[in-house]
């Protein structure tokens, strides 16, 4: 898919965050800033694009954005504020490792914190319309199964490397018989610890 590259003749950056409906493991955002003039027709929602390509177009990105930034928020953190308000921060922190300043900000989504001074614009479906949105969602994606992933050698029972901290039945079967970790959210994970007879 050939998404469309510009909103303005502003700096755009684009943002996105991955691990929302999860029950373990951080939220995590990209933000990324596409060179002017650039095109790269292979962007795309990082959920619609095998693993291969994904990890593929995360060096691409790496490699010739103008800039990017990653920003991570732990489980901890979201059980005291929230997960909408940790997505909000992931973002945030993404957008502090910026190494080129934008004057706009194209957020994946309906709703946004502003973010100092700077001017945004939400986006539903985003990611599979600019593709700013779109290497970002690439970016917080597989920075967030690699994360997973390496979890997964500290609890393998929990199966973080096959279903990256999603509420799989296996994730909730794992849960019942062994209990939370402490890279568990706790808050976010109530109704499942209802369901399981922990609460």
Same mark, same amino acid.
């Given at each position: 898919m050939n998404l469309l590259t510009h909103y303005s003749d502003l700096v755009e950056a684009g943002c996105d965050e991955a691990g929302r409906?999860?029950?373990?493991?951080?939220?995590?955002?990209?933000a990324v800033?596409?060179?002017?003039?650039?095109?790269?027709? &292979?962007?795309?929602?990082?959920?619609?694009?095998?693993?291969?390509?994904?990890?593929?177009?995360?060096?691409? #990105?790496? /490699? &010739?954005?103008?800039?990017?930034?990653?920003?991570?928020?732990s489980a901890q953190e979201i059980d005291e504020?929230? #997960?909408? /308000?940790?997505s909000f921060l992931a973002m945030h922190r993404a957008l502090d490792q910026l190494a080129t300043r934008p004057e706009l900000l194209l957020i994946d989504g309906n709703r946004f914190k502003p973010y100092r001074d700077l001017k945004h614009v939400c986006v539903v479906g985003g990611d599979a319309k600019y593709q700013a949105i779109a290497a970002a969602s690439i970016l917080a994606k597989t920075t967030r199964d690699l994360m997973m992933e390496e979890y997964d050698r500290q609890y393998p029972?929990?199966?973080?490397?096959?279903?990256?901290?999603?509420?799989?039945?296996?994730?909730?079967?794992?849960?019942?018989?062994?209990?939370?970790?402490?890279?568990?959210?706790?808050?976010?994970?109530?109704?499942?610890?209802?369901?399981?007879?922990?609460?």
């Open positions: 409906g999860c029950l373990a493991g951080p939220v995590v955002a990209g800033i596409l060179k002017p003039g650039s095109d790269y027709p &292979e962007l795309d929602d990082s959920k619609k694009l095998t693993e291969k390509k994904r990890y593929q177009l995360r060096e691409l #990105i790496m /490699n &010739e954005a103008l800039a990017y930034g990653v920003g991570i928020v504020i929230n #997960i909408l /308000n940790a029972v929990y199966q973080w490397r096959k279903n990256k901290g999603y509420p799989t039945p296996e994730h909730k079967l794992a849960i019942a018989e062994h209990g939370l970790t402490d890279l568990h959210r706790k808050t976010f994970n109530s109704s499942v610890q209802l369901k399981l007879g922990f609460c």
